[in-house]
């Protein structure tokens, strides 16, 4: 259980962070990008506390979800990247 709670928290910092960098940046795209992160990273917090890891998913919601959340943090990335 240690183990889970340090993956959330870390997860919940990171969000953090995120949320942080968007408050301190002007330019639209990177802030939008920030909070992009931070959303996955909210998003990713639940499924590791609940199941104790980031599993496969089994059900098409599930699918769907990972997925978003995916391409947020692939999307949020690229634009961090490209500014």
């Given at each position: 259980?240690a ?59 599930d ?18 990247l490209?500014?």
């Amino acid at each position: 259980m240690a183990r889970t709670t340090n993956r959330t928290e870390y997860c919940r910092r990171q969000a953090a962070d995120c949320a942080s960098a968007a408050a301190a940046t002007k330019v639209d795209n990177v802030r939008e990008a920030y909070r992009n992160l931070e959303q996955a990273w909210l998003e990713l917090a639940p499924d590791i506390e609940n199941s104790g890891r980031i599993s496969p998913a089994s059900t098409p919601t599930d699918t769907t979800a990972k997925r978003s959340i995916r391409r947020r943090v692939t999307a949020g990335s690229a634009m961090l990247l490209a500014n």
